[in-house]
């Protein structure tokens, strides 16, 4: 890889200007399963009742079904019936649904969670990517290893809570003025394994060894969030600050995203809207890794980069690439570097480890 193309690379993730969305390609490094390892280990110990509701799924595309198209499903089917004065005459009934989400919900617990514990990857790319003002992390993962080696680092962050033990969700925590640097604001857009939703329909975030701590319902969102905003208002603030950072009038405006294959139409519809909104400058860099379907995945990724003027940027595996930020000479030797491995990545921009 030439100099200049490296300090390119450096400038899109270390740029004050950045902000990251983060997937569940960053905690496979880590020992956390991706979504379809995680789907197969959840079904194993479920009923098999809901064994049977997901083998009726179908695919979308060229994607299989997961467990998240699963809790997608029986939410839209909850939704329903809460519509209807007798529920009788239906297939699936409401106190069998809530008990398999909350079923489903255990077993993603169980196999995401860990003792609080840290990662020395995650470690190296947070201390490369700190910087003199505010660091915005945005992360679809459920775990939490990056709370959790925030604080083995003693960098201090917010994440939409107040309190400790048993914090409570409070998005003014996101407005305070830094308290130190470096300084980072962690959004959890699809919930967390640690968060819970009393029967209050307050959320906190509570302390989660094991499935068997849920007392009350874990707050997991899918990813077709539209039919959970009436029942969390947490995610309807979550994804206002999403869509409100990517809008920023900053000279250098960039949105980096590791570890996502863009298979969330939801996160994907609010990337291309802010990329298209007025007096916008945001300019998407993705590190992607490679589909088993690589014509498909090109032609969906063309498509975004046509909607995005441009400014839409992805280097998938050492396969293909999209956008013009860089050279055809430079791209070629960037995608050799297979920098979709986060551990790559990390090993890229704080120097491999010995």
Same mark, same amino acid.
């Given at each position: 890889?030439?100099?200049?193309?490296?300090?390119?690379?450096?400038?899109?993730?270390?740029?004050?200007?950045?902000?990251?969305?983060?997937?569940?390609?960053?905690?496979?490094?880590?020992?956390?399963?991706?979504?379809?390892?995680?789907?197969?280990?959840?079904?194993?110990?479920?009923?098999?009742?809901?064994?049977?509701?997901?083998?009726?799924?179908?695919?979308?595309? #060229?994607?299989?079904?997961? &467990?998240? /198209?699963?809790?997608?499903?029986?939410?839209?089917? !909850?939704?329903? +019936? $809460? @519509?209807?004065?007798?529920?009788?005459?239906?297939?699936?009934?409401?106190?069998?649904?809530?008990?398999?989400?909350?079923?489903?919900?255990?077993?993603?617990?169980?196999?995401?969670?860990?003792?609080?514990?840290?990662?020395?990857?995650?470690?190296?790319?947070?201390?490369?990517?700190?910087?003199?003002?505010?660091?915005?992390?945005?992360?679809?993962?459920?775990?939490?290893?990056?709370?959790?080696?925030?604080?083995?680092?003693?960098?201090?962050?917010?994440?939409?809570?107040?309190?400790?033990?048993?914090?409570?969700?409070?998005?003014?925590?996101?407005?305070?003025?830094?308290?130190?640097?470096?300084?980072?604001?962690?959004?959890?857009?699809?919930?967390?394994?640690?968060?819970?939703?009393?029967?209050?329909?307050?959320?906190?975030?509570?302390?989660? #060894?094991?499935?068997?701590? &849920?007392? /009350?319902?874990?707050?997991?969102?899918?990813?077709? !969030?539209?039919? +959970? $905003? @009436?029942?969390?208002?947490?995610?309807?603030?979550?994804?206002?600050?999403?869509?409100?950072?990517?809008?920023?009038?900053?000279?250098?405006?960039?949105?980096?995203?590791?570890?996502?294959?863009?298979?969330?139409?939801?996160?994907?519809?609010?990337?291309?809207?802010?990329?298209?909104?007025?007096?916008?400058?945001?300019?998407?860099?993705?590190?992607?890794?490679?589909?088993?379907?690589?014509?498909?995945?090109?032609?969906?990724?063309?498509?975004?980069?046509?909607?995005?003027?441009?400014?839409?940027?992805?280097?998938?595996?050492?396969?293909?690439?999209?956008?013009?930020?860089?050279?055809?000479?430079?791209?070629?030797?960037?995608?050799?570097?297979?920098?979709?491995?986060?551990?790559?990545?990390?090993?890229?921009?704080?120097?491999?480890?010995?």
């Amino acid at each position: 890889m030439t100099v200049d193309t490296k300090e390119r690379v450096l400038e899109w993730m270390t740029s004050q200007d950045s902000c990251f969305l983060i997937g569940a390609g960053c905690s496979r490094c880590a020992g956390k399963p991706l979504i379809g390892a995680l789907t197969d280990s959840v079904l194993k110990d479920v009923d098999v009742s809901i064994k049977n509701e997901f083998d009726g799924l179908m695919s979308t595309g #060229s994607r299989p079904p997961t &467990i998240e /198209d699963l809790i997608n499903y029986l939410v839209r089917y !909850q939704c329903i +019936l $809460q @519509t209807v004065r007798d529920t009788t005459g239906h297939r699936l009934q409401p106190d069998w649904i809530e008990t398999s989400l909350q079923s489903i919900k255990k077993g993603i617990v169980d196999k995401i969670i860990d003792k609080w514990t840290e990662s020395t990857i995650h470690a190296r790319f947070l201390q490369r990517i700190c910087t003199k003002s505010v660091r915005d992390i945005f992360t679809l993962n459920y775990d939490t290893l990056i709370e959790a080696t925030l604080d083995n680092l003693r960098f201090h962050y917010v994440d939409g809570f107040r309190g400790s033990r048993n914090g409570w969700f409070d998005p003014s925590v996101f407005d305070e003025e830094p308290v130190s640097n470096p300084y980072f604001r962690v959004y959890k857009l699809h919930g967390s394994i640690n968060w819970i939703r009393e029967s209050t329909n307050h959320v906190r975030r509570a302390v989660v #060894s094991s499935g068997a701590d &849920i007392k /009350d319902p874990v707050v997991v969102y899918p990813s077709e !969030q539209k039919y +959970l $905003q @009436t029942q969390f208002g947490v995610y309807e603030v979550l994804i206002g600050r999403f869509r409100e950072r990517l809008r920023v009038n900053r000279p250098n405006n960039c949105l980096v995203t590791l570890g996502y294959s863009y298979n969330d139409e939801h996160i994907n519809e609010a990337i291309i809207d802010a990329v298209g909104s007025k007096n916008s400058n945001l300019t998407v860099i993705a590190f992607v890794g490679p589909d088993s379907d690589i014509d498909e995945q090109k032609n969906r990724f063309k498509a975004i980069e046509a909607r995005c003027e441009q400014r839409f940027n992805a280097y998938v595996g050492s396969v293909f690439h999209v956008g013009d930020a860089l050279d055809d000479a430079s791209t070629k030797t960037l995608l050799c570097e297979e920098l979709w491995m986060f551990e790559k990545l990390v090993d890229y921009i704080a120097g491999a480890t010995v």
